[in-house]
């Protein structure tokens, strides 16, 4: 069993920035994938951006292309969102989640774990 912990999210005036965390904790042993999705109010849940095991392979979609910065630190088992330039549309649940698969993925079905989601609300 994998856990994982998210932090950082919060309130913030359009055009400002937050930092996401995610810890994760448990049965870690071998190299793994990680991403972030959102969902907001009466949307399905969607991907967001997604990194390898060795951060050297990113993958983001389009609406935060530029905007959003996803990094890890292994020795600390942390994924990382930088959001900057955030808009009103980017206000959702984000939710981190853990696959043990070699590269990233847009795929909600390819990760087995799940955090429990922190509040983005970005005002205009």
Request: charged share 15%; proline share 2%; with cysteine.
């Amino acid at each position: 069993q994998v856990q994982l912990v998210e932090s950082g999210g919060g309130l913030v005036q359009a055009g400002g920035s937050l930092r996401l965390s995610c810890a994760a904790s448990g049965s870690i042993f071998s190299s793994y994938s990680m991403g972030w999705f959102r969902q907001a109010p009466g949307k399905e849940r969607e991907f967001v951006a997604a990194i390898n095991w060795s951060g050297a392979s990113t993958s983001y979609t389009d609406s935060v292309k530029g905007r959003f910065t996803i990094t890890r630190d292994n020795a600390q088992n942390t994924v990382y969102l930088q959001m900057n330039s955030l808009k009103p549309e980017d206000t959702a649940v984000y939710y981190c989640a853990f696959t043990w698969a070699i590269r990233p993925s847009w795929r909600f079905d390819e990760y087995g774990y799940w955090g429990q989601g922190t509040q983005v609300t970005v005002s205009s």
